[in-house]
């Protein structure tokens, strides 16, 4: 009866070397000085939330509330650290590290910028139709969305009608 999991030496180094390979990339100096980085800073927001918590024994209200922020600041420091980890993997799997997502639009953004991905053409097609006056400028369209507001307290912000055009 023969094992799937019994390899031969020869298996054995071909798994070692690209485990060191996959590990080895994460012991060069910059990525050291992140690890280390992560964990001193690890380290100090919970040295900092002991301190606070041993401070609001003593009767201070306001060190209550750091005691439990402290910790959750170390482990966004963990939760980076782990991001940029599984990143680099991905990059070395020839993965898209890259977000499927849109980025977001602003609602004072002109209607005729470039998109993400247009071609020299198009780039050339929007800078000709390019049409600026006053009105359509990004600042004078928040500015008036201020004015908006200022002259109607009563209303909520979403339900700004826009520049009138």
Do not use: K
């Not at 100096?29 to 002991?50: D, E, I, K, Q, S």
């Not at 170390?74 to 980076?80: E, F, N």
């Not at 908006?148 to 009563?154: E, I, T």
């Amino acid at each position: 009866m023969s094992s799937n999991l019994a390899a031969g030496p020869g298996d054995a180094l071909d798994i070692g070397s690209a485990y060191s390979g996959n590990v080895a990339r994460f012991f060069t100096p910059g990525w050291v000085l992140r690890h280390v980085l992560m964990v001193v800073v690890t380290a100090g927001c919970f040295g900092m939330a002991y301190w606070q918590w041993t401070r609001a024994l003593e009767g201070s209200m306001l060190s209550w509330g750091y005691s439990f922020q402290w910790p959750l600041f170390g482990l966004a420091a963990v939760a980076l650290w782990v991001r940029e980890v599984q990143m680099t993997l991905r990059e070395s799997r020839g993965e898209s590290v890259q977000s499927e997502e849109p980025p977001l639009v602003s609602p004072f953004d002109r209607g005729d910028t470039v998109p993400v991905g247009a071609t020299s053409e198009q780039r050339v097609l929007v800078a000709a139709t390019d049409t600026v006056t006053g009105t359509e400028d990004a600042a004078d369209s928040y500015n008036h969305y201020l004015a908006w507001l200022a002259a109607n307290p009563d209303r909520r912000p979403t339900e700004y009608p826009g520049v009138p055009t």
